[in-house]
């Protein structure tokens, strides 16, 4: 029968040993009156010099007899020579009492074993530092070999892992000093796996809030808008970045900051600080009303260089007043083959098309609504199932993206009302136009200290009242200007549907590189003629050199159904675009401007006109 040599497992401590026992160790170090035996991670011994039998280097293996453990937890060894193959070896377990990372903060000083899902690994200049999350929370572990080199190289992003130390409290952070780390596989990490999914699928769990307004629209799509809300939280819960891109205007605004409020204290509340962590979020505007290339290009260069920098996982891309439509398809393809998580929330006539790119949908033309019920009124309700607790913050940014938008749906009126003696519609519409001329200036930027005093939710109310006041000024006298260089310049034709169609040279007969840009000028053009044409129906087209810019009342008009026909009718104009039904854009290759113009007017007047 062959003899036993026991192994210590990661853990394992002093209580574990047996006197008597033979064990097999590691040399650690030398003195003048003996040698160090690592037994494992956090044990070891002492061989005395007139207990060594052969000669042995630092780190060779080496076989020891316990002689005493000592009352003091000093532990004295003899050297055993055993040949090679006449013993077995036999892995000491330590039976294991599970901490959970919630609990940590009771445990301070002490040893604690943990079980958890690796979601960050982090190489610093010294230790480095695993984030790992549990059933009950996330927490760093701290393991150290020599400065600047990798631990437990064979722990990878997304293990399931038992983690071995002692709780200690770090710049006001909870943080496991790690004593041994171990990669479980197989059954044992599948449990620990589900346990952690089943509590993550509990803690996203919305809360239970109803709609802040009575909407058939809204109502309907509860259920969709609870499922976006919920792939949120869980990446909050999993440490997993969410980047929020959203259209540079009001209504995109409103969207994505409301959404941006509510993660932002989702984050502190469970024991995030997104400040100081500001990869866990980030908010960025895309020029058009949807995912360009130029736009998912820059997100994976960052993303693809944090994920290798800094070990974090490959974030969740949260798109609002944009995505829905064909136009997002090419950026989309290249999501995929990152296999990154994508949700919308969306006012634009969708293509079902993209629907397979995405794990959420939120559209109200899924449920019989249509774009008269904005990003910004998704985007708030969305906030509240994340957090509801930022709600009085947020209250009147539907409002403000309804009137920005120009909304005539029932929901704005109502919105409107929550915010009676806070805001009136004046000062929404004020709101919404200071939005618009800040972001112009800010192009690619967040300004989101800016953004949040435009919007009043950085308790700076004399601030607020000074920067709308002095934006919508400078903004009004642009459009102004703007406006006089432009009107004497309009052509105008009737269609034989009836309808008014104004033709506006945004290029030729506008300030360029200035505010307002074409699509805003193509707008306030728009509204003068409304005015002016109360009782008609009226059709502009705001016309550069290669792109159209369309508005329309009062005329039955699908813009995306339009602009497919286009394309299959004129294959060498490189015609795209899309949008809403009456409003959107078009855009095709400058040799062919005439010949699209003309068969852009021709499909306008096939659309039927409507009373008004």
Not at 32 to 54: A, C, E, I, P, Y
Not at 459 to 471: G, Q, S
Not at 496 to 519: C, I, K, W, Y
Not at 565 to 585: K, T, W
Request: proline share 5%; aromatic share 6%; with cysteine.
């Amino acid at each position: 029968m062959k003899d036993i040599v026991y192994r210590l497992g990661p853990g394992c401590e002093v209580d574990d040993i047996v006197e008597g026992n033979m064990y097999i160790g590691k040399v650690q170090g030398f003195a003048t009156f003996g040698t160090f035996v690592q037994l494992n991670d956090r044990t070891k011994g002492l061989l005395h010099k007139s207990n060594v039998l052969t000669e042995k280097h630092e780190r060779d293996s080496i076989v020891v007899l316990v002689n005493q453990v000592r009352p003091n937890g000093n532990i004295d060894l003899r050297e055993v020579v055993i040949p090679e193959g006449s013993y077995e070896t036999q892995l000491v377990a330590k039976k294991i009492t599970l901490t959970r990372l919630s609990d940590l903060v009771s445990k301070i000083g002490r040893n604690v074993t943990i079980e958890a899902d690796v979601v960050q690994i982090k190489q610093t200049s010294g230790p480095t530092i695993f984030t790992i999350c549990d059933d009950s929370g996330v927490e760093d572990a701290a393991a150290f070999t020599e400065a600047g080199v990798r631990s437990y190289p064979e722990v990878n992003l997304g293990d399931i892992v038992r983690v071995f130390g002692e709780a200690t409290r770090r710049n006001n952070q909870m943080q496991i000093e790690v004593s041994g780390m171990q990669v479980l596989k197989g059954e044992e990490a599948d449990n620990v796996r589900g346990r952690i999914n089943r509590a993550l699928e509990a803690r996203a769990e919305p809360p239970e809030v109803t709609p802040l307004v009575k909407s058939e629209v809204i109502e309907a799509l509860w259920p969709e808008m609870r499922k976006l809300a919920k792939i949120v939280r869980r990446a909050v819960l999993t440490q997993q970045p969410i980047i929020i891109r959203h259209h540079a205007d009001a209504d995109g605004i409103c969207a994505a900051v409301s959404v941006e409020t509510a993660v932002t204290q989702f984050i502190r509340d469970n024991g995030g600080d997104p400040d100081q962590d500001n990869f866990l979020l980030r908010r960025s505007p895309s020029k058009a009303p949807f995912y360009e290339i130029e736009d998912v290009t820059r997100d994976l260069d960052m993303m693809l260089k944090d994920n290798v920098r800094f070990g974090q996982k490959l974030p969740l891309i949260l798109l609002m007043d944009n995505g829905s439509t064909e136009e997002d398809m090419p950026s989309y393809k290249m999501t995929e083959v990152y296999g990154l998580d994508v949700i919308v929330a969306d006012h634009h006539h969708p293509d079902d098309t993209i629907d397979k790119y995405l794990l959420s949908h939120v559209n109200p033309y899924h449920v019989g609504g249509d774009f008269g019920v904005t990003a910004g009124m998704l985007g708030t309700e969305i906030a509240r199932l994340i957090n509801p607790a930022v709600e009085s913050r947020i209250l009147h940014f539907p409002a403000v993206a309804g009137v920005a938008d120009r909304s005539e749906a029932p929901e704005l009126d109502s919105y409107l009302a929550l915010i009676e003696g806070q805001y009136t519609r004046d000062e929404c519409k004020d709101m919404a136009l200071s939005l618009d001329y800040e972001q112009y200036w800010l192009r690619f930027n967040d300004g989101r200290e800016i953004v949040k005093d435009i919007l009043n939710i950085n308790n700076a109310p004399e601030r607020h009242a000074k920067l709308v006041n002095l934006l919508v000024t400078e903004a009004n006298a642009a459009i102004e200007d703007q406006m006089n260089t432009m009107m004497p310049h309009i052509h105008d034709q009737k269609l034989t549907s009836g309808a008014n169609l104004f033709l506006a040279d945004v290029e030729m007969f506008a300030h360029r590189f200035t505010f307002p840009p074409p699509g805003k000028s193509s707008g306030e053009v728009h509204d003068i003629l409304c005015k002016k044409y109360v009782d008609e129906p009226v059709v502009t087209l705001g016309l550069g050199p290669d792109f159209a810019v369309i508005r329309s009342r009062g005329v039955r008009m699908n813009i995306p159904q339009m602009v497919r026909s286009m394309r299959d009718e004129m294959p060498g104009a490189g015609i795209s675009g899309g949008g809403h039904l009456v409003v959107g854009s078009i855009k095709f290759v400058e040799g062919m401007r005439a010949q699209v113009i003309e068969k852009m007017i021709e499909k306008i007047s096939e659309f039927p006109v409507t009373s008004l």
